[in-house]
C-alpha cells in the first residue's frame, strides 16, 4: 500500500515498524493472573508505589529549589493522589476480583479516572485529568521498566511510528541507527523536525491514522525525499528501494573528504561554518563533517527527557563531556529556550491561548531565576576551561538581554571567573530584529534564528502543518529583516543558525546580505562549505 504525506527530513530508509504509543495506552495484556499468584504480584504494586513516592519527593525537593514553591506544589499534590489511589483499592480489586496483572489494572483504574475528569464542566477539574494521567505513566514506569526504555531499547534499522513527535522523543532516540521516522501529523519547522534533520533520521508525516494501521513488524519504505512511504511493499517494489537506499548510503559516505578545511569564497573570503546541536551524539558527526565550531547549541536536550532540571553540577558534567570533544573548537550554549513546542514537564506551565506568543525563552528565565542560574554558573565554570560562548534565546525587549547579563556577571564574579566569556542574543522575534542597535549595547555577538523569526514574521506557526504554505523563509520579507539586522549590527559579529542557514540556493545571497558565519544542522555541513568554496563574494 503506498501512502503520500510530506516530507520532513530528506534520505531514504526501510524496516520492520515499531509503534510507539503511549505507556498509559497500550493494549490490555488478556492473561490473567494465578489466584495463588496474586500475592507475588500485589508486591510489585507495592514496590512502583514506594519507588513512585519517593521520585515524587525528590521532584518536590529540587523544584522547590529551581522553579519555585508553586510547581513544587503540584507535585505534592501528586503525593497525595498516589496515596489516595492506593488506598481506594480499586487496583487492588481490579487484581483480585477481575485477575488482571498488575499494569493492566493501574491503567484500566488510572484511565476510568481520566476519563471521569475529563466528563466534567469545570475547566480545572478537566485538567486534573492531565495530573492523573502524569501519574499514571510515572507509575508505570516503575512497574514496568522495560517499556519505559521503549525510545532507548529499539532494534538497529526499525521504522517509528508515531502519533504525534516531541523533541523529547528525538532526543531519547538511540544513537545507532533508525531507519526512518513515520509521523501521523508535525509542522516542517518545528523543533522535533529540526532534531530529527540534524540526527540525519529521514521522516515524513502527514498520515492520519497510520499508527492505527501498520501493524507492529510490518516492513515500511520510507521516501524522505517526497514523503511517501509503502507499507508491505510488493518483491518488485522492495527490490527497486533497496537499489534507491544503496545509492544512497554511497552518497553519504562520499559528502566528506575536504569538509575539514576551513571554507573560503573562491575569492578569498573565510565563512565559518559551524553546528547546530540539539542531540549530543552527534558531536562526533559534526566533527567528521568538518564543523568550525558549534555554532547552536540548544541545552534543552540535556532537560528535555528528565524527570527534574538537572543541578549546576550536572550540566556542568554534561557540558564538559561535550566540550571536551571539541578539540578547543567554539561552543555557543544557549540558555534554555522551552515553552511553546517544546513543553518541559516539570515546569507545569499553565496552558496558554497562544503558547507560541506566551511564555518562551527568555521570558520563562527571566520568570525563573532558579532555573537559570544553574545554567549561568555551570557555563561559567566551563568557561575556565574551554572556550564557550553564552547565548539568550527568544530576545524581545532590551532589558531581556540587559537583565540576564546583570546576573551572569554577577554569577561568574561569585564562581571567581575574572573574563567572563562572550554573551550573546539570539535575534528571533521582529521586535529583536528591528532593535538591533539596543540590543547590541549588552552583547559580544549576535545569532539569528530564522525558524522563529519567520513563523513572527508571518504570522505562521512552525508547528503547525496547516499554515506551512505561510511559512516562507526564503521570502524577502524576510530578506529585508536580515540586511537590517546585519547592517545594525555593524562590527557585531553575526552567526546565522535557522534552517534557513543551510539553504544551498540562498548561499550566495546570504554571504551577500553579510554573513560570514553560518550554523546548520551536521548532516549538511560538507555540501554547505562546497558550496561557498564555488561562490564569489566580491568583498
Ligand atoms: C531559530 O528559531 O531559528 C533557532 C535557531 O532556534 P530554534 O529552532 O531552536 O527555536
Ligand atoms: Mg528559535
Known amino acids: 500500500m503506498i501512502l503520500s504525506g510530506t516530507a520532513i527530513s530528506s534520505g531514504l530508509g526501510m524496516g520492520p515498524a515499531i509503534r510507539v504509543g503511549d505507556i498509559l495506552h497500550q493494549a490490555e495484556s488478556r492473561e490473567l493472573i494465578a489466584v495463588e499468584g496474586f500475592d507475588s504480584e500485589w508486591k510489585r504494586i507495592e514496590v512502583a508505589f514506594a519507588n513512585t513516592r519517593q521520585e515524587l519527593a525528590e521532584s518536590v525537593r529540587r523544584l522547590e529549589e529551581q522553579v519555585g514553591p508553586r510547581v513544587a506544589d503540584i507535585f505534592r ?233 538537572p543541578t549546576e553540577d550536572e550540566l556542568l558534567t554534561a557540558l564538559d563531556r561535550i566540550a571536551g570533544r571539541l578539540d578547543g573548537k567554539p561552543l555557543t550554549v544557549r540558555l534554555l529556550d522551552v515553552g511553546g513546542d517544546k513543553p518541559m514537564p516539570f515546569l507545569h506551565l499553565p496552558p496558554e491561548a497562544n503558547p507560541g506568543l506566551g511564555m518562551r525563552g527568555a521570558r520563562i528565565l527571566l520568570e525563573h531565576p532558579g532555573l537559570m542560574r544553574p545554567q549561568l554558573a555551570a557555563l561559567a565554570r566551563l568557561s575556565e576551561r574551554y572556550p564557550v560562548r553564552i547565548l539568550v534565546p527568544m530576545v524581545t525587549l532590551e532589558e531581556d538581554v540587559r537583565t540576564i547579563r546583570e546576573v551572569f556577571e554577577t554569577m561568574c564574579a561569585a564562581c571567581g571567573v575574572k573574563t567572563p566569556p562572550p554573551f550573546g542574543a539570539m535575534i528571533e522575534t521582529p521586535a529583536a530584529a528591528l532593535g538591533v542597535p539596543a540590543i547590541a549595547k549588552h552583547v559580544d555577538f549576535l545569532c539569528v534564528g530564522t525558524n522563529d523569526l519567520t513563523q513572527y514574521t508571518f504570522a505562521a506557526g512552525r508547528d503547525d502543518p496547516a499554515v506551512n504554505r505561510y511559512f516562507q523563509d526564503t521570502h524577502h520579507a524576510l530578506m529585508r529583516l536580515l540586511e537590517i539586522i546585519v547592517a545594525d549590527a555593524g562590527d557585531l559579529p553575526v552567526t546565522l543558525c535557522g534552517e534557513l542557514a543551510g539553504r544551498e540556493a540562498m548561499t550566495p545571497q546570504l554571504l551577500g546580505i553579510g554573513f560570514r558565519a553560518l550554523s546548520v544542522s551536521p548532516p549538511t555541513i560538507p555540501a554547505l562549505k562546497a558550496r561557498v568554496r564555488s561562490l564569489r563574494v566580491g568583498a
Open 77 to 309: 499534590a501528586h503525593e497525595m493522589m498516589l496515596d489516595n489511589f492506593l488506598s481506594s483499592g480499586e487496583i487492588r480489586t481490579e487484581m483480585k476480583e477481575a485477575r488482571l496483572d498488575p499494569g493492566t489494572a493501574v491503567r484500566r483504574v488510572f484511565r476510568r479516572w481520566i476519563d471521569n475528569f475529563r466528563s466534567l464542566k469545570d475547566i480545572s477539574m478537566r485538567q486534573r485529568a492531565d495530573d492523573i494521567a502524569d501519574l499514571g505513566r510515572r507509575l508505570l514506569r516503575h512497574l514496568e521498566p522495560r517499556d519505559s526504555d521503549r525510545l532507548t531499547d529499539l532494534p538497529a534499522g526499525c521504522v517509528l511510528i508515531f502519533k504525534r513527535l516531541l523533541p523529547s522523543d528525538v532526543v531519547a532516540l538511540p544513537n545507532h541507527d533508525i531507519a526512518a521516522i513515520v509521523v501521523e501529523s508535525l509542522g516542517q519547522a518545528s523543533h522535533a523536525a529540526l532534531l530529527v534533520r540534524e540526527k540525519n533520521i529521514p521522516t515524513v508525516a502527514g498520515f492520519a491514522g497510520v499508527h492505527e494501521r501498520v501493524r507492529e513488524g510490518e516492513e515500511v519504505l520510507v521516501d524522505g525525499y517526497i514523503g511517501e512511504i509503502v507499507i508491505a511493499p510488493d518483491p518488485a517494489t522492495r527490490t527497486e528501494f533497496e537499489a534507491r537506499l544503496d545509492q544512497y548510503q554511497s552518497t553519504q559516505m562520499r559528502c566528506r573528504g575536504a569538509c575539514r578545511e576551513p571554507a573560503h569564497t573562491l575569492d578569498g573570503t573565510l565563512v565559518k561554518v559551524e553546528a547546530n546541536l540539539g542531540a549530543n551524539d552527534n558531536i562526533e558527526l559534526a566533527l567528521e563533517n568538518g564543523a568550525d565550531g558549534v555554532g547552536l547549541f540548544r541545552i534543552e536536550q540535556l532537560y528535555l527527557t528528565q524527570e527534574l532540571p
